[in-house]
């Protein structure tokens, strides 16, 4: 699905105009600022019962105890949120939040009664967030999500800047208990203003399930008048079996599950993972805050550990540098609200996480507060686009019905990753100290912006000549870099890619699984998919480095044999079709035989590519080399080139255009592009086959074969099928010898049966 959607036009504050939205973001500010005052009265409590300096571990137990529940509840919560009236759960979730905090103080003499008391707290929170969530969606438009998320990240973080501020000053002035008193009045409030809400009913999507169910009566009709129509009695009976099965889809959805209430909970969680899992934008969503939840965790156990450990302040100051935050992630939120409703959606999250990462490194040098405070606003303003994204990609593409189950679900994940943070946190803090800590937490803040652009993302169609920021850095690097540390790079971001890449991978995998003969799954075709995902990066990094450090030394690497048998086929006179694969490094041995000075022109046939930028300078590239360029499609380069007894390049193995030839390939029919044939038919030029192969030294060896005799016509008609097949039994054989050289991640089967 699109992660991008176009917006209503109107102003992001116009939301305020409707009453209901107005009063959820009141509460939300009503409640957030409790949980805020909340962390600084835990904080003044623990700065309490320290001596000395403070261990990162007595926050890891309050991040433990936060997300615990998160893990047990999380996604009950949300079917509950379902199922449940969102408007009550939320009223009863603030009242009793109110009554457990103010309880805290009376039990302060044992940590451990408060870490009980904060245990069934965030629990509740858990409950409360999800209707909350889930309740969004019913008082605002779709195409006003993210503006309305926007607004209510704000709400967020004005608590963020008051709550850490005002509760670190009230804490210091007044000790601990007027902290926790604070916060449960906050909830009391929020309770208020959820009273006064009023939700739009399902009664819409009922409706609009009535229909779907409607038209689906007909078409059942459908089927039970051509199932009577069946000729035979195994139609008859295979049609009645579907039909059963038509009209039992509907029942089952619409009547309870039977069981006790513990078994409808998991039936409806179950179901909402499901749809979660079947929707990848979803899931990159998930992962995405998760992401952030696991950044913030150690950045909030860092943070006071250098506050009070290098800088010997308390409570007060540690709120204030949250504060700051908070007015940064305000401010974050209502730019990404504001200006960048209309920008794709992972791309306010990539570049969100690549600056993040950056600042983060940064905090560890800092050495005052006010440096401190400054850059931690900063932090702030830069990871409010990524929550607020994340929120508004989760309800763009989750059916109301089961947004709650969702929410609940990344609640549980995200506060996973929050709890691991905090535990590991704690330990390595103490260990190796915070600064250290954030130079490792920045860095990885910024290898998952990179890994963020293709996570998880419908990468079918990605080509690196596509992307042509990647491709002049790619360029760059290997134009410079020694050419062993250049396959060293490329062996790395190969490894990386087939993780994050799995349409590609598994496109490779279903192609070896052809070509060795064994499963797709299987240990063999997974390692072969592997080394192929490598052969294309290692293509690449040549590919580059042809424009650099090997440019004009192309013969120190490339070893051709047979170029004998192309110059016979080009005695005739008409030219030679010199046709390969995707196998080795077809630009190598190309770039080989113009260094030879022993043939006339040399010109590829390759294929168009949609960012005009990137088309230019490949095409530059290949063209310094001595290789001319015939985009696909430009019939007239190609005749004239054979015309003057050149030589045409054509890689022959993947049909682009759809108009192919019926080949068995490994076994199976599949079609073939049929352009080398009807043009050595067609002007009589000899296909030569010829192919590149990378040697385990790094070397190559460019094989030319004999060439094919050109097709004859017979009966008007030429015999474009014959060649084709020739063609295809000698490209199999060199691939089966060379599996984890065919650097082929685009589907070749599955084909048979177009144009022919």
Not at 562 to 588: I, P, Y
Not at 643 to 649: D, F, G, P, S, T
Not at 674 to 688: E, F
Request: aromatic share 8%; with cysteine.
């Amino acid at each position: 699905m699109n992660e991008t959607r176009d917006t209503s036009s109107k102003g992001l504050l116009n939301l305020f105009r409707d009453r209901n939205f107005s009063l959820l973001w009141a509460s939300t500010v009503a409640s957030q600022l409790g949980d805020h005052l909340n962390l600084m009265a835990l904080t003044a409590l623990i700065f309490s019962m320290s001596a000395g300096a403070i261990k990162g571990l007595e926050f890891s137990k309050i991040l433990l105890l936060a997300s615990a529940p998160v893990l047990i509840f999380g996604p009950i919560s949300g079917v509950y949120a379902d199922r449940l009236s969102r408007k009550k759960m939320m009223i009863v979730s603030d009242v009793l939040r109110a009554l457990l905090v103010a309880s805290i103080p009376f039990v302060a003499r044992s940590m451990i009664s408060v870490y009980v008391i904060l245990f069934i707290v965030f629990t509740v929170n858990r409950f409360h967030l999800s209707a909350k969530s889930a309740a969004i969606p019913q008082i605002v438009e779709a195409d006003r999500l993210l503006a309305a998320n926007s607004l209510l990240n704000v709400a967020m973080m004005a608590a963020i800047v008051l709550g850490p501020w005002g509760g670190g000053l009230l804490v210091a002035r007044f000790g601990f208990t007027a902290g926790f008193l604070a916060d449960s009045g906050t909830y009391v409030i929020s309770a208020v203003f959820v009273t006064f809400i009023t939700l739009k009913s399902m009664s819409e999507m009922r409706k609009a399930r009535q229909a779907e169910h409607a038209a689906l009566r007909h078409a059942l009709g459908e089927t039970a008048r051509q199932t009577l129509r069946a000729h035979s009695r195994a139609e008859l009976a295979g049609g009645a079996a579907k039909l059963g099965r038509e009209i039992a889809a509907p029942l089952e959805e619409e009547v309870e599950v039977i069981g006790s209430a513990y078994h409808r909970l998991m039936a409806d969680l179950k179901d909402g993972v499901a749809q979660m899992r079947g929707n990848r934008v979803v899931v990159y969503s998930t992962v995405s805050f998760s992401a952030v939840m696991l950044v913030a965790g150690f950045v909030l156990i860092a943070c006071p550990v250098l506050v009070r450990n290098e800088f010997g302040l308390g409570a007060a100051d540690v709120g204030m540098l949250f504060s700051v935050g908070g007015v940064g992630m305000l401010l974050g939120s209502l730019v990404v609200g504001k200006f960048l409703q209309r920008t794709q959606r992972r791309a306010i999250i990539t570049v969100s996480f690549l600056a993040s990462g950056v600042v983060i490194m940064v905090l560890s040098t800092v050495g005052s507060i006010p440096v401190l405070g400054a850059w931690i606003f900063v932090l702030g303003l830069l990871i409010a686009p990524t929550m607020v994204t994340c929120d508004t990609i989760l309800q763009e593409n989750m059916p109301a019905e089961v947004v709650g189950k969702a929410f609940g679900f990344r609640e549980m994940v995200s506060k996973a990753a929050f709890g691991v943070a905090g535990i590991a946190s704690g330990i390595i803090v103490d260990i190796i100290g915070p600064r250290s800590l954030l130079v490792v937490l920045g860095a990885a803040a910024v290898v998952y912006s990179a890994l963020s652009l293709v996570l998880l993302a419908d990468t079918s169609k990605l080509n690196l000549l596509n992307a042509y920021p990647l491709l002049r850095a790619g360029s760059v690097l290997a134009a410079n870099l020694p050419r062993r540390m250049s396959y060293w790079l490329a062996s790395v971001l190969s490894g990386i890619a087939f993780i994050v890449m799995p349409d590609k991978r598994r496109v490779a995998s279903e192609n070896v699984s052809r070509v060795i003969g064994r499963p797709p799954e299987s240990p063999e075709v997974r390692a072969l998919a592997r080394q192929m995902f490598r052969s294309y990066a290692l293509y690449w990094a040549d590919f580059f480095g042809l424009n650099g450090r090997t440019r004009g030394k192309v013969h120190e690497i490339v070893r051709t044999e047979g170029l004998e048998h192309l110059k016979e086929a080009l005695r005739g006179g008409r030219g030679a079709l010199l046709v390969t694969a995707h196998l080795g490094n077809w630009d190598m041995g190309g770039a080989a035989l113009v260094e030879t000075g022993e043939l006339p022109v040399l010109s590829a046939i390759v294929e168009p590519v949609t960012q005009r930028a990137s088309e230019r300078s490949v095409t530059s590239m290949r063209e310094r080399r001595g290789i001319k360029v015939i985009p696909l499609g430009r019939p007239l380069g190609i005749a004239r080139a054979l015309r003057r007894n050149e030589v045409v390049l054509v890689v022959g193995e993947r049909l682009i255009d759809g108009d192919g030839i019926e080949v068995e390939f490994f076994g199976e029919k599949t079609l073939f592009p049929r352009g080398a044939a009807y043009w050595s038919a067609k002007l009589g030029a000899p296909i030569v086959p010829a192919f590149c192969i990378r040697q385990p030294d790094g070397t190559f060896v460019s094989h030319i074969e004999a060439p094919l005799a050109a097709a004859v016509e017979e009966d008007g008609e030429f015999d474009e099928a014959v060649h084709t097949q020739q063609l295809a039994n000698i490209i199999e054989n060199y691939i089966a010898r060379y599996p984890e050289q065919w650097c082929m991640l685009q589907p070749i089967w599955g084909n048979a049966g177009g144009r022919s």
